[in-house]
């Protein structure tokens, strides 16, 4: 695997956790496949490489795949709006949380007692879930920039559904961190769209 495909993984995670925020306020619903997926990489410490950071396969992250290659694309038809907001207000949050080690210091103290809780529970208990939720709001939700979720305020307003996206903004940010690690930059996703898109087709398909 080469540097720009481990680095479409981990954006790839991004956009996963985007489209997953979106889909939950819109309709209340997310997979717990693909939201084990996004829990699990909280808890992932030394990953070989970038696919064990989701669980060794990149089956869960395809709706990711998709609306990045929307996006960079530029096709006004198949353009994933929202998501696309998302994702692109996780990687300037990573920007603000690289500056603040205290706060990185509450989430790495933190992240050990959720992952007791996923051994004890399992991975989408919604114990670890309200932890997960919990921990972006003591941390992430104190910066100056917000990310401010659209949808339908039925599904908004259930605390299960609130903390649901809240631990998978925190996953995504996660992941926006992983990416940077990996030498990501967003100056690569104008620049280098069509070097991006020619490794990502193939990784869309499977």
């Known amino acids: 695997m080469n540097a720009m495909q481990e680095q479409l993984i981990a954006l790839g995670g991004v956009f996963q956790a985007a489209v997953l925020v979106d ?9 717990e496949a693909n939201l084990g997926c996004m829990l699990g990489s909280l808890l992932v410490r030394d ?4 696919l064990e950071v989701f669980g060794g396969d990149d089956i869960n992250l395809r709706d990711g795949y998709r609306a990045l290659a929307s996006a960079l694309e530029r096709d006004p038809g198949s353009l994933q709006r929202e998501p696309l907001r998302y994702a ?4 300037g ?8 080690g205290d706060m990185l210091d509450v989430i790495g103290n933190r992240l050990p ?4 809780q996923a051994e004890h529970f399992g991975l989408v208990h919604e114990n670890v879930i309200a932890s997960s939720g919990a921990l972006y709001q003591d941390t992430l939700s ?3 920039q917000r990310i401010q979720v659209h949808g339908d305020m039925r599904h908004l307003q259930q605390p299960s559904n609130a903390s649901k996206i809240r631990a998978l903004l925190l996953a995504g940010i996660r992941a926006a961190r992983l990416w940077r690690q990996l030498g990501g930059h967003r100056w690569q996703l104008v620049i280098s769209r ?6 990502l087709y193939p990784m869309l398909r499977g």
Not at 47 to 50: A, L, M, Y
Not at 88 to 91: C, K, P
């Open 113 to 116: 007692q959720i992952q007791s």
């Open 194 to 199: 069509r070097k991006l898109l020619k490794e």
């Open 47 to 50: 990953p070989k490489d970038t």
């Open 142 to 144: 104190q910066l100056r």
């Open 23 to 31: 889909r939950i306020a819109r309709t209340g619903q997310a997979s």
């Open 93 to 100: 949050l990573e920007r603000q949380l690289a500056k603040r």
């Open 88 to 91: 692109l207000s996780m990687l």
